[in-house]
Each structure stands twice: as structure tokens, then as C-alpha cells.
């Protein structure tokens, strides 16, 4: 339990950095810098994770049951559409609305639906309690911390259009979880052709992130047809703004391999636990940059109140939810 925490810590951590990189990059659009992202993050890492601890993964992938390779691409690329989406509803309500919608619905989502439907047997006994109970204090911490960064921003609109935009993104959002639970067919074929059970999880990944791959980077290409253009990319400095991109692609997919090994140590409830964990302290990491950066510098009583309220809670909710593993 307590190595499953510390590497759900160390994947919040690096998944709440993972777009700090992006930060130095000079004379890119946002395309450009995401377009880097999306290579070394949905292609490059996994791949070269799946080749180091995988058995010949590429005959896992063709020998494996279709129907399970087809629900694990289908759950990718619906994630990937959530990704484009939340870049879309958090330009139309802001980043702490969106941000809130959004993964408040991940949260409860990605745990709830997998306790349903894997083990409904444990929904009413004390680790499904412990673990809807967690949930709750997450869902609340992450509705707080976006109560306060509503305040500290200017007034921005909140459109329907928006809202819906942003409710969508979180209903996609976990997909990538429901991949790595509903499609342990294929984790299990990796098991069968010689990989380790600790192993056999990271399998799952390339496929699962191929979907998301194929929508991101279209958006992307489409986005740089449209205006931006591609000649960013020989432009001086382009090296060093290279080298940052990758770094967002490593730390974010770093953060999906410590969740997936996290998660193994927690129990059989391990993705329904780990996925708000994992939500939790990425609001949190998200939060202490934040804070960090000085962007709630000069932010009035309210909204520091209201941001440690939701610290408070999602800390509260990490434990309770993290408890649930011992249940």
C-alpha cells in the first residue's frame, strides 16, 4: 500500500508538471509544441516501455483477441477526443471552471464505473464505501480549488456552449483508465507469451494511446494547414524547443507508468482506487506550481480560503480513498 501511494504520488507529480516545459518554448504555437507532445508521449515512450518489459510485443498485439485490441483503441481515441475538448471548453470558461467540470467527472467516473462493473461485489462492503466516500471529498476538493481559481481570475463569460464543451471533456477523460480496466484481455495474452503479471499492464499502452495519438496529432496538422504553418519547426532554436516538447512527452507518459504500477499495489480495486487518487494530486501538484509561479500573488482572502478548503479535502480524500485498499 504504502509503495502503491508513493507511486501514485510521484505520477500526480509529474503529470501536474508535465505542461511546465511548454512554458520556455519561444516563437511556437501551441500546435507545434502539442505536436511534439503528443509523438513522444502517445508513440515514442510507450513503445520504448512496452519493448523493454514486454515479450515480443508486437505478437501480443496480432495474436491477442480482436475484440479486446478494438476496445482498447476505441477507449484511446474517445480519450484523445476529450484531450482536444479540454483545450476547447477551458478557452470558452476559463481554466479553473473547466478544469473543475472536468475533472470532477473524471474523478468520480474513472473510479465509480470500474467498481460497478469489475467488482460489484465490493460496492456495498467496506472498501466500496471507503472508496465512493473518497470520491466525494476529491470531487469536492477539485469543485473548491476551481471556486477559488474562479475568483482569483478575471470575470469570464461562462457560455452553455462552453460548459457543454467542458462536461463532454469529462466524460471522456477517463476513458484511458476504462482502457487499462476493460481491456486486461490483453494484459493477460502478455502474461500468456512470457511477460510478468507486474509487467503486463504496460502492454496495453501503445494500443491505448494509438487512438488518442491519431486525434491530437490530426488536430494538430489541421491546425498548422489552417495557418500556423509547419515552418516553426526549422526555425532557430527549433533543437531546444524539441528537446522541451519531448520532456512534457516523457514526464506525462513517466506518469502513466507510475500510475498503472501504483495502482497494482493497492488490491483488486486498484484502477478504481488509483484513478481519483491520481486525479486528487494532480490538482494538487497543478496547485503548488501554481502557487510556486506566483500566479496567486496578490489574490484576494476569498479565493485563498477557498483554495485551501479544496487542498484540504483532496488531501482528506486521498487518504480515504487510499484506505480503501487495505478494506
Excluded at 16 to 39: D, N
Excluded at 190 to 199: D, I, L, N, R, Y
Excluded at 248 to 272: I, T
Aim: charged share 5%.
Amino acid at each position: 500500500m504504502t509503495v502503491g501511494l508513493l507511486l501514485l504520488a510521484l505520477g500526480g507529480l509529474m503529470n501536474g508538471s508535465f505542461a511546465t516545459p511548454m512554458k520556455g518554448i519561444r516563437g511556437w504555437a501551441w500546435e507545434h509544441s502539442w505536436l511534439v507532445w503528443s509523438v513522444f508521449g502517445l508513440i515514442v515512450v510507450p513503445w520504448i516501455a512496452a519493448l523493454a518489459v514486454v515479450n515480443h510485443p508486437w505478437q501480443v498485439y496480432t495474436s491477442a483477441p480482436a475484440s479486446a485490441v478494438a476496445l482498447v483503441i476505441t477507449f484511446g481515441t474517445l480519450w484523445g477526443v476529450a484531450g482536444v475538448l479540454f483545450g476547447l471548453g477551458v478557452d470558452r470558461v476559463g481554466l479553473a471552471i473547466g478544469f473543475g467540470v472536468i475533472l470532477g467527472i473524471s474523478a468520480s467516473l474513472g473510479a465509480l464505473i470500474p467498481l460497478i462493473f469489475l467488482h460489484p461485489e465490493s460496492l456495498f462492503r467496506r472498501a466500496g464505501v471507503l472508496t465512493i466516500a473518497g470520491v466525494t471529498l476529491l470531487v469536492a476538493g477539485v469543485i473548491c480549488c476551481a471556486v477559488a481559481g474562479r475568483l482569483r481570475e478575471a470575470v469570464k463569460p461562462v457560455t452553455r456552449a462552453g460548459l457543454v464543451i467542458c462536461i463532454l471533456s469529462g466524460l471522456g477523460a477517463p476513458m484511458i483508465n476504462f482502457g487499462l480496466a476493460f481491456g486486461s484481455a490483453v494484459a493477460t495474452h502478455a502474461e500468456q507469451m512470457g511477460t510478468s503479471h507486474v509487467h503486463s499492464m504496460t502492454a496495453i499502452y501503445p494500443l491505448l494511446l494509438l487512438g488518442g495519438f491519431v486525434v491530437n496529432a490530426g488536430y494538430c496538422v489541421w491546425l498548422m494547414r489552417r495557418g500556423s504553418g509547419f515552418g516553426a519547426y526549422r526555425q532557430p532554436g527549433a533543437m531546444a524547443n524539441l528537446g522541451l516538447g519531448a520532456s512534457m512527452g516523457l514526464l506525462w507518459m513517466g506518469s502513466n507508468l507510475a500510475y498503472v504500477y501504483g495502482s497494482q499495489q493497492l488490491g483488486p480495486l486498484g484502477l478504481a482506487i488509483g484513478w481519483p487518487i491520481m486525479m486528487g494530486l494532480i490538482v494538487l501538484t497543478a496547485n503548488g506550481w501554481s502557487a510556486a509561479t506566483g500566479e496567486w500573488r496578490g489574490a484576494g482572502g476569498r479565493a485563498k480560503a477557498w483554495i485551501i478548503v479544496g487542498v484540504l479535502a483532496l488531501l482528506a480524500g486521498v487518504v480515504v480513498t487510499g484506505s480503501a485498499g487495505n478494506a
